[in-house]
Structure formats: C-alpha cells, structure tokens
C-alpha cells in the first residue's frame, strides 16, 4: 500500500524531508479496525513530530493524525463497527499515523463520520475536536447543556483548527458568552463567522480591547497559542475561582502563584492523553466523536475546512506541513485520495 513517511527529520523545504513509500499491509486483531483511508488532513503536531533532529529511523514513520475512510476489516474483539462503516478519527501518536491507503486504529477511538459531508470535510474534523471538546467540557467543566448563559469563554487563538472548533462547541452547546481571538482581518471575519460574539486581538492589549467591549472578568480562558506571552494577560482577566486551559506548552516557568490569590484551576489538555494511556477513559473519544457527528448533522455546527490541496502525496503533504508552519493557518487543510494504483488488498 501507498504511505507518505520519513526516514530522517529534515526542513520542509528539503525534497526528502517526506517520502512516497510502498509499506506492508497491516493486518487488524484485537479491538482495531482496519480503514482505507479517503482523506487526511495536517496538524502542528505534524509539524512538529517531523521537526528538523540527527535521528534517523530504521523503518520509515509514518506521520498523520487526522483521517476519514471506510472500515474493511475488524480485529476479533471489535464490536462497535462493521466493514462499510465510514468513520472518522485521530488515533494514537504511539502507533503509525494514518497518512497511508490503510491504517489500523482501536475503535474506541473512532466516530461515526456524520452523514451530511463528504471524506475530505470529515476529515478536517477528528483531532481538533476531540482536543476542544475535552478542553472544554472535561478540563474547563464547561456545561454542554447550554447552563453557561452567566459565562465569558475567551478562546485565545480561535482561527486555528482547534480554535475554530472550540467557538463552534462553545456557541452551540454552553450558552456562554464567547470571545475569540484573531490578528488580522481575515482570521477575524472567520471567527465572526464561526459564531463568536466578539473578536479582539491577541497581539493587542486584550484587557483594553475588553474593558472597550464592556466586559470585565472571564469565567473560562482556553489558550490555544503562544502560553508565554498571554499567561500574565490571562491571570489577569481571568475570574475568582474560573479556570484556564492550556492545549500549548510554556517555553519558560509559568508563575503558576498569580493565580492562587483567585483559586483559579489551571488544566493541562493532551488529546493523545488517552489514547497513551489506554484503559476504559479511551471509549469518552468515540462517545464525543458520535457527538460531534450529531452537531454537524444537525447542523449547530460545521466542517472547518478551508482548503483541500488534493491527493495524498508526500509533494502535498510538505506543501501542507509548510503552510502548517507559517503558523498563519486559519481553519483545516485537507487532502483526499491516493493518486494512480499500487495498493494491496485488505488483509
Ligand atoms: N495538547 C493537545 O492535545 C493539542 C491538540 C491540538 C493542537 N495542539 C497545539 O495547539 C496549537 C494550536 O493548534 P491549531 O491546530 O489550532 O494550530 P493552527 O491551526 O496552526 O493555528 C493557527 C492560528 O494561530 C493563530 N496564532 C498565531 N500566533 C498566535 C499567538 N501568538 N497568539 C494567539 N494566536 C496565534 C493564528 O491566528 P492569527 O493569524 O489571527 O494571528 C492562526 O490562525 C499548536 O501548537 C498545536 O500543536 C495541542
């Protein structure tokens, strides 16, 4: 089967830095499925697990945690899904990534693809959803029954993948209140598009540009982007007793103590958390991915994706991964279909 991997890490702007290569077949047993992949699309995570180092691999990785296809085969334990189901997902940063014509993925960490879009538009969704869905209603206790109506949300970084979704969530399911961030006009008018009540900027003085607003502490901040620069604006909006999340690591020590006077919680939030760990907390991914399915289904929500670069070539995979790297990505790209022949057969 085709797959797009690497052997050593190099710049994205080096020819070999992905490769087209020709892989095994992988057979599904226990709880996996087996998927043939339809469309993928590319996260910083990619990015940065392909980040420049001297490591060299001696079987290539295979990259990609974002996909959506259909189901061809199933281990001998697999209950929740049945060959022909379409589906989407991310899976685990510890197993090959899914930027491959077929991917093996325990099916307790896969949705339902919702019926009303196509491959590439389910494909923008799994990972970014999966990392706003637990941000808020796991980490910052957000209520998804719309008992929010007395809360601010500021989600800092909202034109983003995983921003884009937060809005979405946060707007269709809590009844807070939600303020996002964007620097220039076109991430902007994205997040106004997405259903944010207001839009101020994150590379200006957002304490200002609220107290313009007329608002004055945040219950709830979800930090998408660069923790270092915004944590001191964050202890300082933030409400007694609210919560922060951050999705994104500090570079330097955080002064975790300014946020003691306030009891404010502060929470960590890792999507591959429970993918890593394994256990019963796996099967909470395939509950909100079905969720996620129902909102797009119904239509309180809608697919983030704002380019499809087009078949899944190792070419248009470094052509994402740069654009992934400008860090001035608004919404998802996606890529769909394997171009010209050479896969196997299901095993
Ligand atoms: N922990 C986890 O489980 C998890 C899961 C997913 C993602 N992440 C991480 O979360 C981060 C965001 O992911 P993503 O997929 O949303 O990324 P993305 O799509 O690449 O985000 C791009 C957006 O970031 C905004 N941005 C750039 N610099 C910023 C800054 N200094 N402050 C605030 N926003 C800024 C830009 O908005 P403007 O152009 O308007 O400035 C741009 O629209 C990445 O570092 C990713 O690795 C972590």
């Known amino acids: 089967m085709k797959a797009i991997g690497l052997t050593h890490y190099l710049p994205v702007d080096h020819p070999d830095a992905l490769l087209d290569l020709e892989l095994d077949m992988p057979v599904p047993t226990g709880r996996d499925l087996l998927v043939k992949i339809e469309a993928i699309s590319v996260n910083p995570l990619d990015t940065k697990m392909r980040a420049p180092r001297p490591k060299v691999e001696s079987r290539p990785r295979v990259l990609g945690w974002d996909a959506a296809g259909t189901v061809v085969g199933t281990g001998a334990d697999a209950s929740l899904f049945h060959t022909g189901d379409a589906v989407f997902y991310a899976g685990s940063i510890v197993r090959q990534g899914s930027n491959a014509q077929y991917h093996l993925v325990d099916e307790r960490l896969v949705g339902h693809m919702p019926a009303s879009i196509g491959f590439a538009e389910a494909a923008a969704l799994p990972l970014t959803s ?18 929010d109506r007395n809360d601010t949300i500021l989600i800092i970084g909202g034109a983003g993948g995983v921003g884009s979704m937060a809005i979405q969530l946060a707007k269709a399911l809590t009844g807070a209140r939600v303020i996002a961030t964007a620097s220039r006009s076109e ?34 901040i979800l930090c998408l982007n660069d923790i270092d620069t915004h944590f001191p604006a964050m202890a300082a909006l933030i409400a007694p007793e ?11 020590p955080l002064k975790i103590e300014a946020l003691k006077d306030k009891s404010v919680t502060f929470a960590w939030e890792s999507m591959f958390t429970r993918s890593r760990f394994g256990g019963a907390a796996m099967i909470a991914q395939h509950d909100l991915l079905e969720q996620v399915a129902r909102c797009i289904d119904n239509g309180s929500i809608r697919s983030t994706m704002t380019s499809n670069l087009g078949s ?5 995979v470094r052509q994402a ?10 919404g998802k790209i996606v890529l769909a279909g394997f171009s010209g022949t050479g896969h196997g057969t299901p095993g």
């Open 242 to 252: 609210g919560s922060i999340c951050s999705v994104v690591d500090n570079k330097a």
């Open 187 to 220: 991430s902007r008018a994205w997040c106004l598009a997405l259903g944010a009540d207001h839009v101020i900027d994150h590379a200006g003085d957002m304490a200002l540009q609220l107290q313009d607003l007329g608002i004055g502490a945040i219950q709830k």
């Open 321 to 330: 991964h740069a654009r992934i790297e400008s860090g001035r990505s608004i």
């Open 130 to 147: 999966i990392t706003a869905w637990e941000s808020l209603f796991e980490r910052l206790r957000c209520s998804p029954t719309g008992q």
């Open 312 to 316: 899944i070539t190792a070419a248009n």
